[in-house]
């Protein structure tokens, strides 16, 4: 199976438990289902017009995605003394390049057997709560991915993917950060923008 890029986001202490620890796995098996249902009704429509299924991904996951949160966890101290309208726009980018590569990823899953979802395990709080899940891949081997969700404003979103041990918000942050040194962060939010900066987690077969 080609690269597969998981959205689209540690652990904390002193939190109290979680009111109700079905909800982020719930959350997770819920948006699972409405993407492959998505995909199964229109597959030959999307592999046409990539850009409409970008758009549906967009549609479907932005409102369980903390874009602003990740961005500021991407940014890390590049991020202090930033603009929110700059921090804002940074996370708009980021999350369009996460739907760019999502959206190629999920195209190359057949059914939606390929990914079991467990049930929670380990310490979990409101600030920092691990769903895991497992991809089958075409080789038969299967790809541990994790999603790390945050209670914020009474809802439930992912702001970090750890695809086989590897957070997508720390791979993110070392690739900007060079970036950022490198050209400064406007030239580095423009060229985000524009496409030109290529941001990748693969998962290979």
Known sequence: MPKILILVLALATGMPALANPAEPVELIRQTTEELFTLIDQNRSEFEQDPERLQEALRERLLPHLDTVYSARLVLGRHGRGLEQEKIEAFAEALSNVLMRNYATGLLDFESRDQVEILPLAGDNTERATRVRTR????SGEQAPVDYVLRRSDDQWRVFDVIIEGISYVATFRNQIGEEIR???????????????IELDVDVES
């Open 135 to 138: 991809l089958e891949l075409d």
């Open 182 to 196: 490198r050209d400064g962060f406007d030239s580095m939010l423009a060229r985000l923008q524009a496409g030109d």
